[in-house]
């Protein structure tokens, strides 16, 4: 079953100027949930912010949210 990930990032100051946050899908869909979660990880490890104010969020093909970090908190796998 494919899964999509979704990131939120929180809103950021940049030149004095505030971003807002931004939601986006990562490119790929990913075969199993466990792929999606790291990639997921990954992805944000990369960011250059802090963790744990980003949240991901794993959907399955019918759009139902499987897993999430918002329950343990931005950051945490």
Known sequence: MPYTVEITTPPVRIDGAEQASRMYQLPDPFSTLAEAKEAAIAHIAGLGLDPA???????????????????????AG
């Open 53 to 75: 104010g980003i949240l991901y969020t794993v959907f399955d093909r019918e759009g139902f949210t499987v897993a999430s970090n918002a329950d343990q908190g931005a950051g």
